[in-house]
């Protein structure tokens, strides 16, 4: 009986993986963006620019086969120049070395409109495997008769995993800049 479960369900993966479709990334819909404590009292937000992205998602099942993104280092934005500045510097991201910021899905959970994402995540040349909820999958046909789909990844890293180590003490203790980095990233994507 336990070989013939495993049989369907291993079935049904392989026909829901199937159905996924490739999607190209709709860049003027997305947003990658994060988070981290400011002297201890504040979030200041942050993005990039500059990404792409290889998805391929089943509208029907609402389920990921794969998710593949490129962020480019450089084009980190926090609204202020000289901030931006010292995050592209070796104190940071050394982007000048290591131009891109990779994610490579390695499974995927679904949960309904909601499911849990874990894959590796590259950063200053150092992976590790991260998690991401991903929240709100909505599918549309648009104007044009294109299937999109939407959704929000959110996870929390430790910069200092990343060799993003910079920091100053504080005179009345604590640092200047947290060590947790909220990642809070806003996706749509078009089926090709």
């Known amino acids: 009986m336990r070989l013939l479960s495993s049989v369907i369900a291993a079935s049904v993966l392989t026909f829901s993986l199937a159905n996924a479709s490739p999607h190209s990334l709709d860049a003027s819909h997305t947003e990658v963006g994060f988070s981290v404590k400011h002297l201890?009292?504040?979030?200041?937000?942050?993005?990039?620019?500059?990404?792409?992205?290889?998805?391929?998602?089943?509208?029907?099942?609402?389920?990921?086969?794969?998710?593949?993104a490129v962020i480019q280092t450089k084009s980190v934005d926090t609204g202020i120049v000289k901030r931006d500045n010292h995050l592209r510097s070796e104190d940071f991201?050394?982007?000048?070395?290591?131009?891109?910021?990779?994610?490579n899905m390695k499974s995927y959970k679904a949960d309904g409109d909601e499911g849990?994402?874990?894959?590796?995540?590259?950063i200053r040349g150092i992976t590790k495997e991260v998690?991401?909820?991903?929240?709100?999958i909505g599918t549309i046909k648009d104007f044009e008769g294109n299937n999109r789909v939407g959704f929000t990844l959110e996870g929390k890293i430790n910069r200092g995993d990343f060799d993003l180590k910079w920091n100053k003490a504080l005179e009345f203790g604590g640092f200047a800049v947290g060590e947790k980095v909220k990642l809070e990233i806003e996706v749509e994507a078009v089926e090709q």
């Open 131 to 136: 998690k991401l909820d991903v929240e709100d």
């Open 116 to 122: 849990v994402m874990i894959g590796d995540l590259t």
């Open 40 to 68: 201890m009292i504040t979030n200041i937000k942050g993005e990039f620019k500059a990404f792409d992205a290889t998805i391929d998602f089943d509208h029907k099942t609402k389920t990921f086969k794969k998710l593949n």
């Open 93 to 103: 991201f050394l982007a000048d070395k290591h131009p891109q910021i990779t994610f």
